[in-house]
């Protein structure tokens, strides 16, 4: 397994697995937000994952934003892989609704991380545990 950067360990609560990705939920309750990273050493872009990585990325990834969308109904689905800060792999999946703090601006620095109390963190992560099929396999 790929040693997760110290910074997302830092900001985020894995949830669990998919086959190749770890799904994590950074703790912040301003959005409902969650982060695929997928199980590989020393890769940066999705381009660098072999094919068939990438093809299981992207079944993980729709899976993903079929839940949120479920679970969540939001205005505006965001995903992004920016990796200016941290440079391992990882793909940022964030509900939007048009009265969330940044609305319609990105989500980053708009508003302070808000961290989740444990009643409603746990309600987050049982009801994506819940949503969530393709294989997803949770933590604990």
Known sequence: MAELHPQLAKDCIEIGRF???????????NYPWFILVPDREDVREIFELSGDDQRQWLRESAELSRAMVELFQPDKLNL?????????LHIHYIARYQDDPAWPKPVWGQAPAKAYDGITLGERREAMIGELGCGFVPNG
């Open 19 to 29: 086959p190749l990705c770890r799904v994590l939920l950074m703790n912040d309750a």
């Open 80 to 88: 992004g892989a920016l990796g200016n800060m941290v440079p391992q």
